[in-house]
Nanobody, 115 residues
Framework: QVQLVESGGGLVQTGGSLRLSCAAS????????MGWYRQAPGKQREVVAT???????NYGDSVKGRFTISRDSAKNTVYLQMNSLKPEDTAVFYC?????????WGQGTQVTVSS
């Protein structure tokens, strides 16, 4: 069984920064994609950023240039550095691990950006 544990959310002012971490445990294929998604109240869950086991990254349009995803594959951990935060970034952020045939989610961590 794969488990994902997120940390690093919180309350920050507009323009501030936060760093999210997500540690995966269990039987994990070396070939995988880890990523961050978010869901704001009343909105659908959307992709924030993803990173493959080979290091290729992809970002949602609204966070390009402000957020950076990285990973430590030896620790099965993915990070999301969030800079220049805006009130519209307020959401529950979810960590995801995708391997062929399966997708796993963390419990979510709240990020609130005050104006």
């Amino acid at each position: 069984q794969v488990q994902l544990v997120e940390s690093g959310g919180g309350l920050v002012q507009t323009g501030g920064s936060l760093r999210l971490s997500c540690a995966a445990s269990g039987r994990i294929s070396r070939l995988n994609v880890m990523g961050w998604y978010r869901q704001a109240p009343g909105k659908q869950r959307e992709v924030v950023a993803t990173i493959t086991s080979g290091g290729s990254t992809n970002y949602g349009d609204s966070v390009k240039g402000r957020f950076t995803i990285s990973r430590d594959s030896a620790k099965n951990t993915v990070y999301l550095q969030m800079n220049s935060l805006k009130p519209e970034d307020t959401a529950v952020f979810y960590c995801n691990l995708y391997v062929v045939g399966s997708s796993y989610w963390g419990q979510g961590t709240q990020v609130t950006v005050s104006s």
